[in-house]
Structure formats: structure tokens, C-alpha cells
């Protein structure tokens, strides 16, 4: 028994769509055996056709528990639960990845991220004009913001 589960299924298919429903019963029936759940549906659904038997049915069906049950354990149901966890959007804890949720990457932190001397007003006294005004600065370049684009 041997091969790809989901071409053994798709080989079970072409050979139904043949009609040569008991090579589709063999495919079909390996690859339920491999843990393909589609299999053991189809076969089903063959049987209640009438185009399998009550016996192929039971067997794929029990080869198709067996097949789950060898691949089930402790750390492999506690890696299922956390991808899951992390892929569900409602979930209450963060990706572990988050640095954008770290406050020190924050625009809005009162302290610089990166550790220069920048004032944590975010103005730079440079581009303050002789009066005392001030003009708006880039947070993160420290360079005076103009108020036109591709003006010099």
C-alpha cells in the first residue's frame, strides 16, 4: 500500500467516473487507509448507491480510524491547539513575532526607539525659525517636514 493518498483518491474518482467502480473501490480504499477522509466518504457514498459493499465500507472506515489514531500525540495535539490558537483573529494573545506591539517601536513612546539624542518632543530646535516658531519634524528621520512636495 503504497503512494499518495490524495492521487490514490483522484485515481478512485477517474476510475468511478469510468465506471470501474471496483478499481475505484481498491484506490479508494487504499487511500482511506493512508487518512484521507474524502476516501472513506466517497466510499460511503458508493455503498449506499450499491456500487460497493457493507465490507469495503467497514473496511475503509476502520483503516481510516487506524490511520488517525497512529498519528495522533500529546505534542502533536498541542502544536494543532497553538497554530490554531494563533490563526484564530479573535484570540486573545498575541503572535510571539509582534515587535510592532512592543511600546518602544511605538511613535507615540516618550523616549526615542532607537537610542539617539533626537528630543522626545519630536522637533528638532534646527528647525526652529527666528521668531521661536517651530515647524513640524519627521519622527523618525529628524528632518524638518516641508509643507510642499518636490519644492526646494
Known amino acids: 500500500m503504497k503512494g499518495h493518498a490524495e492521487s490514490r483518491h483522484n485515481l478512485g474518482c477517474i476510475e468511478g467516473e469510468k465506471g470501474n ?3 475505484a473501490a481498491r484506490h479508494l480504499l487504499i487511500s ?3 487518512g484521507q477522509r474524502d476516501s472513506v466518504e466517497m466510499i460511503k457514498q458508493m455503498f449506499t448507491a450499491g456500487l460497493a459493499t457493507k465490507e469495503q465500507y467497514a473496511e475503509a472506515l476502520k483503516g481510516y480510524q487506524d490511520a488517525v489514531e497512529e498519528t495522533k500525540s500529546h505534542d502533536r495535539d498541542e502544536a494543532k491547539r497553538l497554530h490554531d490558537r494563533q490563526e484564530d483573529p479573535t484570540s486573545s494573545l498575541p503572535p510571539q513575532d509582534s515587535w510592532f506591539l512592543d511600546p518602544s517601536c511605538s511613535p507615540a513612546s516618550p523616549t526615542p526607539a532607537r537610542g539617539d539624542d533626537r528630543p522626545s518632543s519630536g522637533l528638532d530646535p534646527a528647525a526652529q ?5 517651530t515647524a ?3 519622527p523618525v528621520l529628524g528632518s524638518p517636514l516641508s509643507s510642499s512636495y518636490g519644492e526646494d
Open 21 to 23: 467502480y471496483d478499481r
Open 32 to 34: 482511506a487507509k493512508m
Open 129 to 133: 525659525g527666528a521668531a521661536g516658531q
Open 136 to 138: 513640524d519634524v519627521d
